[in-house]
């Protein structure tokens, strides 16, 4: 694979010759973001996203979600799912009660219904970040009430109220690339480049944030994959996900299951596991520091093992050729 590695990114000339030393700190093959707020304090957890990257999982209370089609639309089993994720290793847990497709609006006071109970009970068994996966600034407030510590919008600021919620209350606020309005259609969405147009749409909209008040230490930013895209979109925004990364704020990949991946590989949802963890750690590669996934078991392990190589983190254990023979080949 060919990463990109954007000219304006500190510590990265894409005119190095080949008989450069290379610089040792820096992982082979891997873009390096020249982040502006790397450590982030979040509730009570703090990432360092020079070294780490954060799982987020995925929990949906809504009869008509995207991937689980209201598996964990009950409040015990999105609760349950909740807990499950945090103990197979989610460092984050994203609670929504709306889904992004197209559909009748649902009223504030029946997604506050769905998703306030989530959050009180994750919150009150575990210090995870959680995100409240909204676009309504009361359900937002309700949200941070209940003891979430991220405001996760997925309109790109449709709505000019959500930023100032996350700003009073100095919260973290994830933006978005959309195009559509919250809940409504865009039939064969046309980009000329669509990195350098998402690229120029999350400047512009992080800009706005910071108008309204939200310190740029508290701003993450998400592409979009597949949302108002198509799969050839969203393939390229992976291949270039380092010009995304190079506007210095940590970038939240949100690949998993998606129909991108299904349509490169003729794959139904069930089935779209791999591509959705080969997408992930494309996106690791390319400067994502935050991955929102749906097989959290699969997704640590593939996370874990990419910081691994990276560096960035110890073997849980050593016990192959360190001593005078293989534990697996003892002789008899």
């Known amino acids: 694979m060919s990463l990109s590695r954007p000219a304006s990114a500190a510590g990265n000339s894409v005119n190095a010759s080949v008989n450069d030393d290379p610089d040792p700190d820096q992982p082979a093959g891997a873009y390096e973001p020249p982040l502006l707020h790397p450590i982030r304090q979040i509730g009570e957890r703090t990432l360092d996203f020079r070294r780490q990257v954060a799982l987020m999982a995925i929990i949906n209370r809504t009869p008509d979600s995207f991937y689980d089609a209201g598996r964990t639309f009950a409040l015990d089993a999105a609760v349950g799912a909740a807990v499950q994720a945090v103990h197979d290793g989610a460092d984050w847990v994203d609670i929504g009660g709306v889904p992004f497709a197209p559909g009748p609006a649902l009223a504030a006071a029946e997604e506050i219904a769905r998703v306030i109970p989530v959050i009180q009970a994750v919150r009150a068994s575990s210090d995870v970040i959680i995100s409240a996966d909204t676009f309504l600034p009361s359900v937002a407030e309700a949200a941070i009430a ?119 590989l003729d794959a139904a949802k069930p089935d779209r596991v791999e591509g959705s963890l080969a997408a992930g750690v494309a996106s690791i590669m390319n400067g994502a520091r935050i991955l929102r996934m749906h097989n959290v078991p699969a997704a640590s392990r593939a996370i874990r093992m990419t910081e691994a190589i990276l560096g960035w983190r110890a073997p849980a254990y050593l016990r192959h050729n360190m001593g005078e023979f293989n534990e697996t080949a003892v002789p008899a």
């Open 146 to 264: 209940a003891g979430a510590t991220v405001i996760n919008d997925t309109t790109g600021l449709a709505n000019p109220d959500l930023a100032r919620v996350a700003a009073d209350a100095g919260v973290h606020l994830v933006i978005t690339h959309s195009l559509a309005a919250p809940r409504t259609a865009y039939p064969r969405p046309q980009y000329g480049d669509v990195v350098a147009e998402v690229a120029e749409f999350l400047r512009r909209r992080v800009g706005y944030a910071q108008d309204l008040g939200v310190s740029p230490e508290k701003i993450i930013i998400d592409p979009g994959h597949d949302l108002n895209k198509n799969t050839l979109h969203s393939l390229e925004l992976t291949r270039r996900l380092a010009e995304i990364a190079a506007l210095g704020y940590p970038v939240l990949a949100a690949v998993s299951n998606k129909d991108f991946v299904g349509e490169t």
